[in-house]
């Protein structure tokens, strides 16, 4: 028997049932998540899916370590991720004294002379933050210059860009940075060489993701450093050997020993050994050790 009082009232209203559902989700407030039709006959059977919002990462692969190759054995890389750590302390407060004192530093205006704070507070923090993507420290004689007399490492130039060599010399005649001012060491009189962490500041410098090229050698000594500061400031603070007798400087006065430091006064001929026997000698350890430059010439120092 018919329910509905006149014919075809009944197919009627199941249709309008079917419209209704097709219509419901063009109804729902577009700005609230959708319900699936199946959430609203049957809530347990229906598991909803929330679309999660991408987020940008600025610094998504980037190397904040600087990598050391497989070349490298254990006590290798143990020595030289210390050293590297030492570069990078070195670098760090050399930066917080310039932030600290500025220009007003005696200590800055020996070495840098009249030339703006920032770009050598720049080269300072290249090597603290720079990405080290592609950089690599090896240990490998991949070119053959670690069997030379004297060669303590390399910069591997159109061979390897981004790539150093640290010659087994390094890790026998390098000192802690724990142990500046210690051994007889001066910052005027001794070699920059002499601790790990200021002699890998140089060779970070050679890197062209750090150094850019820019930074390289225009004077040598600790007296051709205190005269390029005079001469030219520019170049004093793009000048790898100033940015590095800076760095040693200020550590020793401010974090080594308090106050005092050991800058100390250059060494000059004839000058009697103060080191102990058992020790390198401070000012003349890696005299001849060499490395190449940007430009292909070896240098010794």
Known sequence: MNRYPWPGLGAFFIQLRVNNRRLLPLLHDASQPSTPICCLSRPESCSRRVPQPSVYDWAAGATTAYPIHSSCNATERALLSRGLGEAVALAAHAKDHILRFGNSSEFY????????????????????????????????????????????????????????????????????????????????????NFYFGSDLVHRLYHLPKIGEGIVEHYADTYGECLELALRNPALAARNSHTLQYFALDVYAFDIAVPGEGCTGRPSEPGDPDTTARTTPSATTTAATECHTHADGTEHCS
């Open 109 to 192: 205006s020996k070495y840098f002379g009249a030339s703006p704070t920032a770009e050598v507070v720049g080269w300072y923090d290249k090597i603290m933050s720079a990405d080290r993507t592609g950089i690599w420290f090896r240990c490998d004689d991949v070119d053959g210059n670690c069997s030379q007399d004297g060669w303590a490492g390399h910069w591997r130039g159109e061979n390897g860009t981004q790539e150093t060599v640290i010659c087994p010399l390094s890790y026998t005649t390098r000192q802690p940075l724990e142990g500046l001012c210690g051994y007889g060491y001066s910052v005027a009189g001794g070699a920059l």
